[in-house]
Nanobody, 119 residues
Framework: QVQLVESGGGLVQAGGSLRLSCVAS????????MSWYRQAPGRQRELVAR???????WYGDSVKGRFTMSRDNAKNTVYLQMVNLKFEDTAVYYC?????????????WGQGTQVTVTS
């Protein structure tokens, strides 16, 4: 199984920045999409940003222009750079990768990292 571990969350004032990291362990030879989701208390988990295998990316309207997703293949790491953070960005952020490995398909989630933005 491919395991994901997120880090980089924390407490930040509105207008501040954070960079989240997601390290994948366990080998896989292709991915369909790498994504960041978030879930605020009392709300459903929502897609924040996604990188497709073809290289295209997608961002939610609420984060467009403020969040940037990137990856470092050599480090098996996916990043989410967040700038100009707002109170409404407060949530637990989850990394997700869907792809293929020896043995079949996988759909892995990390344990989440808390981001708290104070106004």
């Amino acid at each position: 199984q491919v395991q994901l571990v997120e880090s980089g969350g924390g407490l930040v004032q509105a207008g501040g920045s954070l960079r989240l990291s997601c390290v994948a362990s366990g080998s896989f030879f292709s991915f369909d999409a790498m994504s960041w989701y978030r879930q605020a208390p009392g709300r459903q988990r929502e897609l924040v940003a996604r990188i497709h295998s073809g290289g295209s990316d997608w961002y939610g309207d609420s984060v467009k222009g403020r969040f940037t997703m990137s990856r470092d293949n050599a480090k098996n790491t996916v990043y989410l750079q967040m700038v100009n953070l707002k109170f409404e960005d407060t949530a637990v952020y989850y990394c997700n990768i869907v792809g293929s490995r020896i043995g079949g398909r996988f759909n892995s989630w990390g344990q989440g990292t808390q981001v708290t933005v104070t106004s």
